[in-house]
């Protein structure tokens, strides 16, 4: 199994559809938003971690994705 890593800042609502239609449901989703506001109002997939943070760059972004991930391989998408 393989984890997928997105970070989003003020992501689009269609952008993420078409996202979650590429990522099938076997796989794990990672999204690490780097915006004060959350993403309540998205209808996720049910393997999704979302993690809530400030203004972090990208690379601490991913760090943090990385600390959560509990598979052994990531896959981190940009």
């Given at each position: 199994m393989i984890s997928v890593i997105l970070v989003v800042y003020k992501p689009k609502e269609k952008l993420l559809?078409?996202?979650?239609?590429?990522?099938?449901?076997?796989?794990?989703?990672?999204?690490?938003?780097?915006?004060?506001?959350?993403?309540?109002n998205f209808n996720l997939l049910k393997k999704t971690k979302i993690i809530n943070t400030g203004n972090d760059d990208y690379g601490a972004a991913i760090n943090l994705a990385l600390k959560k991930c509990k598979t052994k391989y990531a896959l981190i998408s940009k």
């Open positions: 559809k078409k996202f979650f239609k590429m990522i099938n449901n076997k796989n794990n989703l990672i999204i690490v938003n780097v915006n004060y506001n959350t993403l309540n």
